[in-house]
């Protein structure tokens, strides 16, 4: 071949690739409907406490009139610190930016801090992350969850937190939450005179201890909880669906045991039985009974919650959904999840903002291998800020058909509540953060 007819070849193959890209570009200007590409314009965050828990909201606005986006990045006990990461790293990194690509945009902020994996940052990435999603649905002029391919199911059923400082009370709490149809009820109970999770006993005896600080025992616990389940399972019938939180509370081996004396009474699930330092104890509890165990609320890292689904050690993942990094990451969890037989359930207590609560429900309604959802309800002062919150009806929640995550914030009534709002004792002395609490000898207990 000569070199002219080279020549030629070569200018045939250039024209034929840039009508190829052509094609491409009419293509993708078609799959948007001609939208311009938005970029990132400014990013804010709105730090309020409307529900009595410091919330972080990350908003991003684009060049684009009237486009922009919510994300939720709570870490109630650091807000401080997450705020400033989204302002002072995030926002000067991604400004100027486009703003339709999520998961190139996920990868970019979660690699540039080199160090990752963390509470703070991980925050900080979600409220990025959920905003964008946010942003895309707006643009489409649809729900998230029709973006994430449509309902797979009507609504999340949900289980309500029933508590109590005697088991009668705890009991009585549990029926009001079956009479409002509920077919998941948690019962918690604290010890009196302790500072254990679930309690409400105000006319508490002293407890002797060796400090002044609040005190708690898993044993006590442990007894009171395991007691507490057999008169909810003999009071309340074999029907409804019992949860208890053991909230990483116990020594290990205690933990192997309650798990194990409760197998009988046939819970739902029992929650985050061991702290995340203790995992490898996971496969203790299934050498020993078939008790559901779900996990997984203080977790931050893959390598926290890939080996207990892999190796098929609990049943339902219970991430925070903000800790992970957002609905990004939480949805290839959930993907691999189902994988392992692995179903969600995924934390929705007070310290989710809204907006964060209709990620939960997106991801409940998308995924096939959906659990349970946590629920907490949103007060007056949480729905004056944010307008248009998941709703709950018989037991189950439903998201917003609205586009994006389908809630509007009221910055000026969010403004009515700053941090601080309503706080009093430690978390007022320790900016939103929490206090010690000691075992009767005086050593600090993971709480
Ligand atoms: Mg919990």
Redesign the pocket.
């Known amino acids: 071949m000569n070199r002219r007819n080279v020549l030629k070849l070569i200018a045939s193959a250039a024209a034929l690739d840039s009508a190829r890209q052509m094609r491409a570009q009419d293509q993708a200007a078609r799959a948007v409907r001609g939208l311009p590409v938005p970029k990132i314009r400014d990013i804010q965050v709105i730090a309020t406490e409307p529900g009595g828990v410091r919330l972080t909201v990350v908003k991003i606005l684009t060049d684009q009139d009237g486009l922009y986006g919510y994300g939720c990045g709570t870490f109630t006990q650091r807000a401080d610190l997450v705020n400033a990461a989204v302002e002072r790293y995030l926002k000067p990194f991604l400004v100027g930016k486009r703003a339709d690509r999520i998961e190139d945009t996920w990868q970019a902020c979660y690699n540039s801090s080199y160090w990752r994996n963390g509470p703070v940052l991980n925050n900080a990435i979600s409220g990025v992350d959920q905003a964008l999603w946010d942003i895309k649905g707006r643009q489409a002029g649809m729900p998230v969850y029709e973006l994430a391919g449509g309902k797979c199911r009507e609504a999340a059923a949900c289980y309500g937190h029933a508590s109590g400082p005697d088991i009668p009370r705890c009991i009585e709490s549990a029926r009001r939450y079956m009479s409002q149809g509920f077919r998941h009820v948690r019962v918690q109970m604290g010890v009196p005179g302790m500072a254990s999770y679930g309690s409400g006993g105000a006319a508490a005896p002293h407890v002797p201890a060796l400090h002044d600080d609040p005190v708690f025992d898993s044993a006590a616990q442990f007894r009171i909880s395991l007691k507490l389940l057999e008169e909810a399972r003999k009071q309340l019938g074999d029907e409804v669906e019992l949860l208890h939180?053991m909230?990483e509370r116990y020594t290990p081996n205690q933990a192997v045991q309650l798990v194990k004396a409760v197998e009988p009474l046939r819970p739902f699930f029992m929650?985050?039985p061991l702290s995340p330092e203790d995992i490898a104890y996971f496969r203790q509890i299934r050498q020993n009974c078939a008790t559901p165990i779900a996990m997984g609320?203080l977790f931050n890292s893959p390598h926290e919650w890939t080996p207990l689904i892999t190796e098929r050690l609990i049943d339902y993942i219970?991430i925070h959904v903000s800790q992970a990094g957002g609905f990004t990451p939480c949805r290839k969890i959930a993907a691999m999840a189902e994988i392992f037989g692995v179903r969600t359930a995924w934390?929705g207590p007070g310290d989710v903002s809204p907006i964060g609560h209709m990620a939960n429900v997106t991801l409940d309604v998308v995924c096939y291998n959906f659990g349970v959802q946590e629920y907490s309800p949103f007060n007056e002062r949480l729905q004056e800020v944010f307008h248009g919150c998941p709703v709950l009806k018989d037991g189950y929640l439903y998201p917003n058909d609205a586009p994006g995550w389908g809630i509007e914030v009221d910055e000026k009534a969010a403004a009515k509540y700053p941090y601080g709002f309503g706080e009093r004792g430690d978390r007022a002395k320790y900016n939103g953060g929490w206090g010690v609490i000691r075992r009767p000898d005086g050593t600090v207990i993971k709480q």
């Open positions: 939180d909230h929650e985050d609320e219970r934390h």
